[in-house]
């Protein structure tokens, strides 16, 4: 199986927002913010398959029938530990690796997410990111995280908001990671 095989794009997505309730299934036009997300991802340039990665609450059943008529693979699990549920979703998968994007990045560029794996793709490194340090405008991150990377941050057993926010653990070790930034131009 080829690396590129191995990586999937994970679209993180909940409905309990504690700023805008329900915001990932917000109209933005005659579409939602996280279709049009999907949307946009549907046109990264690598043929990265898409999974909508959620909670395995009933709040978030919505977003579980979202990926269904879409189409899209869904892995539901743990809704406070965010990196738990990456890294469960890419064992699941059996990925060597997942782009994070959040589902609340209707604008997401697809050339973006393309040269953020492409760097990934080099192999020297545990993460390729765009946000670190971020020369991108928020709405635009873009991370490509290791399973072994993942796995290493869960080992270490964080707080709760390194857990919830995923890739913060990594950036605030740069000592044990490899991290590879994609700046903007």
């Known amino acids: 199986m080829t690396e590129a095989s191995r ?3 994970l679209v993180f997505a909940r409905l309990d927002s504690s700023r805008l309730p ?5 109209a933005l036009g005659n579409r939602t913010v996280l279709g049009c997300a999907v949307d946009r991802l549907r046109r990264v340039a690598s043929e990265t398959p898409i999974v909508i990665a959620t909670s395995d609450r009933a709040i978030d059943d919505p977003i579980a029938a979202f990926a269904a008529e879409e189409g899209l693979d869904l892995y539901r699990g743990a809704a406070d530990d965010v990196a738990r549920r990456a890294f469960d979703c890419a ?12 589902g609340d990045s209707p604008f ?3 050339a973006i997410v393309d040269a953020v ?7 020297d490194i545990d993460v390729a990111t765009n946000v670190h340090p ?3 405008p928020p709405g ?3 991370e490509v995280v290791s399973t072994e990377a993942l796995e290493r941050i869960l080992a270490s057993n964080p707080d709760r908001e390194d857990r919830e926010h995923v890739t913060r653990y990594i950036y605030s070790h740069p000592d044990l990671f ?5 700046a903007a131009p």
């Open 7 to 9: 990586l999937a794009i």
């Open 22 to 26: 329900g915001k990932a299934l917000t």
């Open 91 to 102: 064992r699941a998968l059996g990925l060597s690796a997942l782009v994070r994007i959040s």
């Open 108 to 110: 997401i560029d697809p």
């Open 117 to 123: 794996i492409r760097r990934y793709a080099i192999g």
């Open 134 to 136: 971020r020369s991108f």
């Open 140 to 142: 635009e991150s873009v």
């Open 178 to 182: 490899r991290i590879g930034n994609v």
